[in-house]
């Protein structure tokens, strides 16, 4: 069994980001993931867990997808929803624009995009009984665009309740991030060569990690669910896993801090090149804030 780094953030977020930063990129470049108590904090973690407690009631566990691929990919006893900037107010002032979270993303995206977006925030309230699931690599999602040395996008999992090696906490292959583009799996495909590392935390914690280390959620085999919040940027010019301006409406967007709106789609993207895209009236998207 192998550990991650842990880190621990103070409760002064600004300042956190900027004392954390070097440890974290060390520990992201040698290991692929790393470990922040007090990332999000107890009382944010809780205050969004009670923000989505329409969610969780709405959301029946398991993926109606048709796909076996993806029904088992989120597995049967597993809550998943998105749209979590439209739901908590709480989620976008501290884990959409988490300072930690976001000077981790211009370094390592900001290298292969002129900017980055959300690419989804997402609960993954991983329920009692539920297998481990498939290790994987969240850069997969856009196979036509990975190549080695080269990020994607960055994640984070949100610990919303205590993260233990019982009730399903993320399973993580330190240096598995070196593995070649296109490698899919986890141990299959690696013959077991790399340890298991648990991400073991209590609530307010994130483990943030490329998205190239080769992870998935661990077995649940406790009674409770394990309540996870994955937070995750992908440069610019991919399309996201989720469509966030279609969940977070104009009306919404034009209330929120302008970064967080840039982050949800509500901005459109200019290339170091010059090119632009998600334009309106081939202008920028921001146009539709001007007089608001
Ligand atoms: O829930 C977890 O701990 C990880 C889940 C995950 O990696 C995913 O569904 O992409």
Redesign the pocket.
Known sequence: MADLLRLRADDDPVASAVRLLPDILTALDADGGVIVENLLGAEPASRILADLADGYAATDPGSSSGSELWET??GQN?V?FTGLAARSRTFVDHALLNPTLLAVADALLLPNGADYWLNTG?V?G?GPGEPA?YL?R?ENNWPEAVADGKELTV?C?FALGD?TADN????VLPGSHRLPAGTRRGDDETDGRFEHAR?EMPAGSGMIYTGKVV????ANVTESM?H?M?VSYVVGWLRPEEASPLMVDRDLAATLPVRARRLLGWSSYHSVGGGRTWLVDFEDAERLFADR
Do not use: I, K, L
């Open positions: 990919f989120h597993t998943r997402q993954m991983v699931q994987h969240d994640s999992m993260f399903g906490a993320t399973v991400a992870h998935g959620a661990g394990r996870g994955h």
